[in-house]
């Protein structure tokens, strides 16, 4: 069983920036690629971005290209989401999820363990 637990969201202003956390239990952390996804009010959960097992290498979403950064330090279990420039349409949940295998996608399918969640609001 592996267990995610979201930290770091809250309410700020456009153009201001955020680091969102992810800790993780287990002890194969690093064999597995890690994303964080969002759900925005009344719409569908979307990817973020996504984390290689070792992290040399990531994927984002074409709307947060050059504003979001995700890493992760896998000596601590733990995967971040660093987001920059933050705008009104970056209001959401954000969850961070845990893949299946250690290759990277943004299809949720791809994805068994989620956490609960951590809301992100930016105000205009």
């Known amino acids: 069983q592996v267990q995610l637990v979201e930290s770091g969201g809250g309410l700020v202003q456009a153009g201001d920036s955020l680091r969102l956390s992810c800790a993780a239990s287990?002890?194969?952390?690093?064999?597995?690629?890690m994303a964080w996804f969002r759900q925005p009010p009344g719409k569908e959960r979307e990817f973020v971005a996504v984390?290689?097992?070792?992290?040399?290498?990531?994927f984002y979403a074409d709307s947060v290209k050059g504003r979001f950064t995700i890493s992760r330090d896998n000596a601590k279990n733990t995967v971040y989401l660093q987001m920059n420039s933050l705008k009104p349409e970056d209001t959401a949940v954000y969850y961070c999820?845990?893949?299946?295998?250690?290759?990277?996608?943004?299809?949720?399918?791809?994805?068994?363990?989620w956490g609960q969640g951590t809301q992100v609001t930016v105000s205009s």
């Open positions: 984390i290689s097992g070792s992290g040399g290498s990531t």
């Open positions: 287990g002890r194969t952390f690093s064999v597995y690629a």
């Open positions: 999820a845990k893949g299946r295998f250690a290759f990277k996608s943004s299809d949720v399918s791809a994805y068994d363990y």
